[in-house]
T-cell receptor
């Protein structure tokens, strides 16, 4: 069973602080990793993708990948109240049905609350 | 990225009726679309992969005769929930890969409530 694990939270940080979100995955052959943001009642929005070990920065967001440890994280610098949402980690892997290689397995998400 | 729309955004129906949900790729010719379901406080679960011009590929445990998928054009995939029951009440979301590498872009979702 391919799994993606996240701390469900809630993670509460003050405005302006760094929020750190973590994710581990079980399938060693996974090659693509994604972070989605989902506001309550809305669909997920892609914020970061990472494919190689190391860090990838995009504005206030930094994704970190360590394939040896099967670990991927997301750092949000200068957190804003508008960042309050559930953050979903998604990992690309082979479909259980033998179908598309583009199957994404999602973690249950971490609820982030940024307090003004 | 890719821009994806869904219709309707919400629907309430009686138990036993069928409901059709449309997913449109507005700026990309999508040979593949994905259908997910999300229950409250749960993560997204892939239901099926919709392939243009061919049969959909369903994930284990998803009843293909209950969740009918049609992908007749490069811009439209439909999901029909047949003989809906209250346990089918959920948030149904479609996605497409767009021009990205394995990235998926989601539609706004359809909230189904079966009474």
């Amino acid at each position: 069973q391919k799994e993606v694990e996240q701390n469900s939270g809630p993670l509460s940080v003050p405005e302006g602080a760094i929020a750190s979100l973590n994710c581990t995955y079980s399938d060693r052959v996974s090659q693509s990793f994604f972070w989605y943001r989902q506001y309550s009642g809305k669909s997920p929005e892609l914020i970061m993708s990472i494919y190689s070990n190391g860090d990838k920065e995009d504005g206030r967001f930094t994704a970190q990948l360590n394939k040896a440890s099967q670990y991927v994280s997301l750092l949000i610098r200068d957190s804003q109240p508008s960042d309050s949402a559930t953050y979903l980690c998604a990992v690309n892997g082979r479909s259980n049905s033998g179908g598309s290689n583009y199957k994404l397995t999602f973690g249950k998400g971490t609820l982030l609350t940024v307090n003004p | 990225g890719a821009v994806v729309s869904q219709h309707p955004s919400w629907v309430i129906c009686k138990s036993g009726t069928s409901v059709k949900i449309e997913c449109r790729s507005l700026d990309f010719q999508a040979t593949t679309m994905f259908w997910y379901r999300q229950f409250p406080k749960q993560s997204l679960m892939l239901m099926a992969t919709s392939n243009e011009g061919s049969k959909a590929t369903y994930e284990q445990g998803v009843e293909k005769d209950k969740f009918l998928i049609n992908h007749a054009s490069l811009t439209l995939s439909t999901l029909t929930v047949t003989s809906a029951h209250p346990e089918d009440s959920s948030f149904y979301i479609c996605s497409t890969t767009g021009t990205g590498y394995n990235e998926q872009f989601f539609g706004p979702g359809t909230r189904l409530t079966v009474l």
